[in-house]
Nanobody, 121 residues
Framework: QVQLVESGGGLVQPGGSLRLSCAAS????????MGWYRQALGKQRELVAA???????TYVDSVKGRFTISRDNAKNMVYLQMNGLKPEDTAVYYC???????????????WGQGTQVTVSS
């Protein structure tokens, strides 16, 4: 069994900052790409940022220069530092990880339960 648990969401004023954390636990052999997605009300889920096992990040254009993704491989954790938050960043943010559970299994996608981020004055 594998679990992803997010934390760090909340209400923040425009221009403020939040840091999201996601911890992967359970039967884990290795973790490939880890990422953060978000889904605003009435919209499709979109990739916000992803980071490879080697630490190479990618970002959606709308968050470049404001958000930073990082990971701690020893702790099986991924983080999203969000600065300069805007009302349009309001969404439920989901952690995602491609996890290999053993040497004989393929990587599978796992998702966290989501954490609400609301940017409003």
């Amino acid at each position: 069994q594998v679990q992803l648990v997010e934390s760090g969401g909340g209400l923040v004023q425009p221009g403020g900052s939040l840091r999201l954390s996601c911890a992967a636990s359970g039967s884990i052999f290795s973790i490939n790409t880890m990422g953060w997605y978000r889904q605003a009300l009435g919209k499709q889920r979109e990739l916000v940022a992803a980071i490879s096992s080697g630490g190479s990040p990618t970002y959606v254009d709308s968050v470049k220069g404001r958000f930073t993704i990082s990971r701690d491989n020893a702790k099986n954790m991924v983080y999203l530092q969000m600065n300069g938050l805007k009302p349009e960043d309001t969404a439920v943010y989901y952690c995602n990880a491609e996890i290999v559970r053993s040497l004989w299994l393929r990587a599978q996608d796992y998702w966290g339960q989501g954490t609400q981020v609301t940017v409003s004055s």
